[in-house]
């Protein structure tokens, strides 16, 4: 049997293992690795670093997401995952622990789990409200496995072994130092007669199924080992057929299954870190899809890395809204410094990657295009040791993305050319933005250059905002004209750093 995959219809040849070089710049390593957390095992992380290229295939995702909404269905899955986990952990216990005979109770814990793990999974694929289609495929490929040959035998015989071995009885006999090891020689239960005994204290004995699990030894010792070994010697039949069993079902565990609970973890990382936003009253939502002439808008987005740090700080956090209508590409930030520009620029570079993973996107509404490529061009410090200077390298580089994008990527350019002068840095800005509308791309210029916000019918400007009776920076970025007032006096106010405030500390 085939078996097929939950996060594509049709898998990719080979996924992306090295992480893309936007990540630091739109600080996704962060975001990525707070996900991830937890669950390094899986290795997901090639997951999110390879994005999807079809609308059909976004949806795909997003229809598994929709069923994991039902608490009925994210029951079952997030218990086929704990059972999973369970799995490993007692098969890794199996071959740590030095006496053969509990590896292979381990062993045979372990592969009793996964069964029970497996066709409760079968039940929960069978409930009736699924609708994705690859957890319709995934229910359909986990139903033949389990009636299959490969399950089945496995199965029941797990089933007769378990209650041989669970029907053997024996005595022991403890003289001295030395212990005998016999069949069962008195068949009388003293359970009755502990009762009698403690009751006479007023103490009711433990219910031995509830302390069952209690008793039994993560270790064994080397008397434990060789009173085992003696109980095999005189119940060599089931013994016997434990360790044929173990041969034979070595690898117990299915390559579908496996897949199936590594794919899973992409979904339940990605939303336990949505839940947990949402938690805080921030809004997630499924992405619209837009083609390259539609609009493109978003309400109520967020940088997903800052929201991380202030939720942690208990501090709020303002969201923003953007729309590029038809015939429009690029929106060209600018306003005061510190006022939120880059936030702003790093947060729909994140949303349209998050939205090219097939994965929920912080925001209310959200409608955006599905990007081939993501580029940043974001200032870098000087590698003296590459003998350039800062402006070349910042040339080199835009020149690389430029050379590489195409229509349906998405250049975001954050203060470039800061180490030229003003009349150099706006010439190479609307050159590269007559490059940028040539290719046809969508692109965010967070920039100090007034100019390029009305350079052209595709650029859109967007301003940071200020508070005009305080001076305080708002961090909502609106549509509206440049204002070519950067604030400067204000920031150097709120540090300290005006010149009065300078003369004042100097004085004697």
């Known amino acids: 049997m085939c078996c097929p995959s939950i996060l594509w219809e049709r898998v990719p040849s080979a996924l992306r293992t090295s992480a893309p070089d936007i990540l630091g710049d739109l600080n996704l390593d962060q975001v990525l690795a707070e996900i991830v957390a937890g669950r390094e095992q899986y290795g997901l992380l090639p997951y999110f670093y390879t994005l999807l290229e079809t609308a059909d295939e976004v949806s795909y995702r997003h229809a598994v997401f929709k069923d994991l909404a039902d608490s009925a269905v994210a029951e079952g899955i997030q218990a086929f995952s704990r059972g999973m986990q369970t799995v490993r952990e007692y098969g890794q216990k199996s071959e740590k622990v030095p006496y053969r005979r509990q590896r292979e109770a381990w062993f045979l814990d372990a592969v009793g789990l996964y069964c029970d793990t497996v066709l409760a999974l079968e039940q929960t694929l069978a409930l009736g409200r699924i609708e994705a289609r690859a957890l319709l495929r995934m229910g359909d490929y986990v139903h033949d496995y389990v009636t299959s040959q490969g399950f089945a035998p496995m199965q029941h015989a797990w089933t007769a072994l378990k209650a041989d071995l669970g029907s053997i009885a024996y005595c022991l006999t403890l003289q001295g130092s030395s212990i005998e090891v016999g069949h069962k020689c008195d068949p009388r239960d003293y359970a009755e007669d502990l009762a009698v005994l403690?009751?006479?204290?007023?103490?009711?004995?433990?219910?031995?199924?509830?302390?069952?699990?209690?008793?039994?030894?993560?270790?064994m010792n080397h008397v434990e080992a060789a009173i085992l070994d003696r109980v095999a010697e005189l119940y060599p039949e089931p013994f016997g057929r434990l360790r044929d069993y173990c041969g034979r079902y070595a690898d117990y565990i299915d390559p579908g299954v496996r897949q199936l609970d590594r794919e899973l973890q992409f979904y339940l990382a990605y939303q336990e870190h949505s839940e947990t936003l949402k938690s805080h009253g921030?809004?997630?939502?499924?992405?619209?899809?837009?083609?390259?002439?539609?609009?493109?808008?978003?309400?109520?987005?967020?940088?997903?890395?800052?929201?991380?740090?202030?939720?942690?700080?208990?501090?709020?956090?303002?969201?923003?809204?953007?729309?590029?209508?038809?015939?429009?590409?690029i929106l060209v930030v600018t306003g005061p410094n510190q006022g939120g520009k880059t936030t702003f620029a790093r947060g729909i570079g994140q949303l349209h990657f998050l939205a090219a993973l097939g994965l929920p996107v912080p925001g209310q509404e959200v409608q955006v295009p599905l990007c081939d490529q993501i580029f940043t061009h974001f200032e870098h410090e000087e590698d003296v040791g590459r003998g350039q200077g800062k402006l070349q390298d910042e040339l080199e580089r835009m020149f690389d993305i430029l050379a590489r994008a195409s229509s349906a990527s998405l250049i975001i350019m954050n203060e470039s050319f800061n180490a030229t002068t003003l009349h150099d840095a706006l010439l190479l800005s609307t050159e590269i933005v007559d490059r940028i509308i040539e290719l046809d791309a969508l692109a965010v210029v967070v920039t100090f250059l007034d100019e390029l916000a009305s350079y052209h019918g595709k650029t859109v400007s967007m301003v940071a905002g200020i508070d005009p009776q305080t001076g305080e920076r708002t961090y909502k970025v609106s549509r509206e004209p440049a204002s070519g007032m950067a604030y400067a006096l204000s920031l150097a106010e709120r540090h300290g750093l005006t010149y009065g405030q300078i003369k004042e500390r100097l004085r004697p």
Do not use: M
Request: aromatic share 8%.
């Open 198 to 219: 403690f009751s006479k204290f007023g103490v009711a004995p433990a219910n031995p199924e509830s302390t069952a699990h209690q008793l039994e030894p993560l270790e």
């Open 282 to 329: 921030l809004e997630v939502c499924y992405p619209q899809i837009a083609t390259h002439d539609q609009a493109k808008w978003a309400r109520s987005t967020y940088d997903v890395a800052l929201a991380q740090k202030l939720l942690e700080s208990h501090q709020p956090l303002v969201t923003n809204d953007f729309r590029l209508d038809k015939g429009e590409s």
